[in-house]
């Protein structure tokens, strides 16, 4: 899959294409269903598949609260995965903001995009001032190209969207924001060095920075998987501000289950399963340690449980 950052950073394409057009924040099956059409069209009609998304959401271009699902890297390798053949994924700029509904039809849909077939979501908007609709979209485009509007995706009837997601990881209900999202939910980056008191109570864990940008759990213990160097280990997870130890920013601890080595540094992916329990304030260090080893414990009998039944 080719990948654009910038409106400019691509000549115009020269083979005419199938386009999805949307943010594709957290990529959740409702998004995953809507490219999969698109990719479908394009092999059927000898096309170019094309994912046309923002590399932020817009809304946070007008000072509103939508932190993100999934990271940039994720975000490329899901639609990847999904068969596109080219992903445009650009900021969302003063230039795009400003430009005309019509601007954009003309200028980035037929005139950069060769666009033939453009698909998108019931709710999707464009141009300046949200001025264009599916039905604006279906109208100006009509002599040029076809478009095909995705009705809302719903799961026993509950509407599968990106609020709701980020509303189920903030409560820590990663059951159900699996469901949506079609995948566990992921935290990535780097392990950064933390205090060290895991250690010195023999529960070493792997620290990984929350990004600002970043959606993140509720404060608590996870079960959690982690992916190391290409190989999945059991794991637990605590995220909150460790209040029995001091005064912390939130952050993501990892402990990976009989696991004994030096990480610091390397790029560590934990998927979320299943939260254990809320975050505590003990009264002591060997309160905390008692509870650490009854959380690993039952963290071992999850895992144990979870790979009899795959």
């Known amino acids: 899959m080719k990948t654009f950052d910038r409106l400019n950073g691509f000549n115009n394409i020269e083979v005419d294409t199938a386009v999805a057009l949307g943010n594709f924040d957290g990529v959740h099956l409702g998004h995953s269903e809507l490219i999969k059409r698109t990719v479908d069209a394009a092999k059927e009609k000898g096309l170019?598949?094309?994912?046309?998304?923002?590399?932020?959401?817009?809304k946070e271009s007008f000072g509103l609260h939508a932190k993100r699902i999934i990271s940039a890297k994720q975000k490329i390798e899901i639609i990847e995965k999904l068969g596109v053949d080219i992903l445009v994924n650009i900021p969302f700029d003063k230039n795009i903001r400003k430009m005309h509904a019509n601007e954009f039809i003309d200028n980035i849909l037929v005139g950069k995009l060769?666009?033939?077939?453009?698909?998108?979501?019931?709710?999707?908007r464009f141009g300046h001032k949200a001025q264009g609709t599916p039905e604006y979209l279906f109208e100006a485009g009509s002599k040029r190209f076809l478009t095909s509007v995705i009705a809302p995706y719903a799961i026993d009837d509950e509407l599968v969207s990106s609020s709701k997601i980020r509303q189920l990881i903030e409560v820590g209900d990663m059951k159900k924001a699996a469901l949506f999202l079609g995948r566990n939910y992921v935290m990535e980056g780097r392990v950064v060095e933390g205090n060290k008191l895991g250690k010195t109570i023999g529960f070493a864990t792997a620290n990984l920075n929350i990004e600002s940008h970043m959606i993140s759990p509720s404060?608590?213990?996870?079960?959690?998987?982690?992916?190391?160097?290409?190989?999945?280990?059991?794991?637990?997870?605590?995220?909150?501000?460790?209040?029995?130890?001091?005064?912390?920013?939130?952050?993501?601890?990892t402990h990976i289950l009989d696991f004994d080595g030096d990480i610091y540094g390397a790029?560590?992916?934990?998927?979320?399963?299943?939260?254990?329990?809320?975050?505590?304030?003990?009264?002591?260090?060997?309160?905390?340690?008692?509870?650490?080893?009854?959380?690993?414990?039952?963290?071992?009998?999850?895992?144990?449980?979870?790979?009899?039944?795959?």
Do not use: W
């Not at 033939?116 to 999707?124: E, L």
């Not at 794991?235 to 939130?250: A, C, H, L, R």
């Not at 560590?268 to 299943?274: A, D, I, T």
């Not at 003990?282 to 009899?308: M, Q, T, V």
């Open 48 to 58: 170019m598949s094309v994912v046309f998304a923002f590399s932020e959401n817009p």
């Open 219 to 253: 404060t608590g213990v996870y079960m959690t998987r982690s992916l190391l160097n290409g190989e999945y280990f059991p794991s637990i997870t605590n995220v909150g501000y460790k209040p029995t130890t001091g005064k912390f920013e939130k952050n993501v601890e």
């Open 267 to 310: 790029f560590l992916r934990v998927e979320f399963l299943e939260k254990l329990r809320d975050e505590i304030k003990f009264s002591s260090l060997n309160e905390l340690k008692a509870s650490i080893s009854y959380d690993r414990d039952r963290a071992r009998k999850f895992h144990n449980d979870r790979k009899n039944q795959s």
């Open 114 to 124: 060769k666009a033939k077939q453009v698909f998108c979501g019931f709710n999707y």
